[in-house]
Each structure stands twice: as structure tokens, then as C-alpha cells.
């Protein structure tokens, strides 16, 4: 009797996360979830999204790396007026760390071990140098997500670099942002509003929350 694909993703899941067990990572919901915490701070994570439509011909699945920071979930808390911030720092998809193309994988049939393989591979070779880098200190975080425009959380530059570093990193990212004309826009819709009346939790737009935020937190462009 052939697997359901179920069954299949999470033998998949299990399978892919023996690599990051060998570097004290462990998992979580059958598998699916492979996280570790190198200091009381960092949570690092790979979530293994699937499909609803998977089927016996095409099992998809989807990695996701993600770096979370307790000290940064409770300011996104209090900054975003929202109690369900998950103090993410940085996140992709797999396949936009390893390019710039979308890319899912398909565990299904004769694809199965080439998919693990190709997967175990990229979390080693790339994951796993990123993952170091969140082990570091504050300091040498924020140096590294600087210099590598790694697209760190801004939260995180306000928590742990400062007004200074974070209003920095602030300015160079609306500058070299595609969509900087929309962001002004609303950056000086904000200078003409009442603090009580910007309300981070509200997206018009992918960012706009963040904008609200650090514009309450005191950053200012110039």
C-alpha cells in the first residue's frame, strides 16, 4: 500500500532535518518544525511549509529560515500596539536565499531522494554560515546585516544599535527602496498626523506598518 502524502512530506521533513539535529537543532510538530536556541535571545528556525494540494503525484515542500529575538518580540509589542508580534529579525524562503527565482520542491515518487539531497545540501552550506552569524553578539550582528544588507529587522537596530544606527539604517533603506515615492508619501502624511491617531498595526501597504513604527520611535529621514 503506497503512502499518503502526508506521510510522505513529514518522512521528507524528518529526513532533510537530520542535518541540523547533528548541530543541536530539534524538532518540533512531527517534524515539520527544526528550531535551536544558542543563547536565551535567538530562536533559530526551518519550517517546512506543504500543500494543500499535494497528492500522490506531487508532494510540495517549501523551507522556510527564520530567526526570532525575545528581546525584540517584546518591543514589537509595545512599538506595534499588537500583542501578537513574533519577534521575527529575518526570514526568507529558502529558494530566495539561494537566488532570486521562486522555487518549490516536490518530494513525490522519483523526485523524493534528489530533493532531500538538494535540500540537506543548501541548509548546510548556506543555512547554517547564516544561522552562525545570529550566534554572535548584538554588535557583530548588526555589523554583518549592515555591510551585507542582510535586511535585518529595524526593531532589531532600535533594541540593540540605538536611535543613531537604527535612524541610519532607516534612511539608506527608503533610499534604495523601488517603491521610495509611496513611502515618502506617507512619511509626510505621518509629520502632519497626532501620534495618537498612527496606528502601526495597519498596513496600506508591505511596510507602511513599519514606517508608522519607527516613525513613533523618534526616527526621522532626512
Not at 530567526?67 to 509595545?78: E, G, L, P, W
Not at 508580534?85 to 522519483?110: F, H, N, P, R, S
Not at 554572535?136 to 532589531?156: A, C, N, R, V
Request: hydrophobic share 35%; with cysteine; proline share 3%.
Amino acid at each position: 500500500m503506497s503512502k499518503k502524502p502526508r506521510e510522505i512530506f513529514l518522512k521528507g521533513c524528518n529526513e532533510i532535518a537530520e542535518v541540523l539535529i547533528l548541530h543541536g537543532f530539534k524538532v518540533a510538530q512531527k517534524g515539520q518544525t527544526v528550531s535551536k536556541r544558542p543563547n536565551k535571545d535567538i530562536t533559530l528556525q526551518v519550517y517546512f511549509q506543504s500543500s494543500h494540494y499535494n497528492d500522490e503525484n506531487s508532494v510540495t515542500i517549501i523551507p522556510h529560515i527564520t530567526v526570532y529575538s525575545k528581546a525584540v518580540k517584546t518591543f514589537d509589542i509595545k512599538a506595534y500596539k499588537n500583542e501578537y508580534c513574533t519577534g521575527i529579525v529575518w526570514g526568507k524562503q529558502l529558494c530566495y536565499i539561494l537566488g532570486a527565482e521562486y522555487k518549490v520542491w516536490d518530494l513525490a515518487k522519483t523526485n523524493y531522494a534528489r530533493t532531500v539531497s538538494e535540500i540537506q545540501k543548501a541548509l548546510t552550506d548556506t543555512v547554517l554560515p547564516l544561522f552562525d552569524v545570529f550566534c554572535k553578539s548584538p554588535d557583530e550582528i548588526i555589523e554583518y546585516g549592515i555591510t551585507q544588507k542582510l535586511d535585518i529587522s529595524l526593531s532589531y537596530f532600535l533594541v540593540f544599535g540605538g536611535k543613531e544606527t537604527a535612524e541610519q539604517v532607516f534612511q539608506t533603506k527608503i533610499n534604495q527602496c523601488r517603491y521610495k515615492g509611496q513611502y515618502m508619501k506617507l512619511y509626510n502624511t505621518l509629520l502632519n498626523m497626532k501620534e495618537d491617531n498612527i496606528d502601526p498595526k495597519y498596513n496600506e501597504f508591505v511596510g507602511a506598518g513599519e514606517m508608522k513604527m519607527a516613525y513613533l520611535q523618534g526616527l526621522r529621514l532626512r
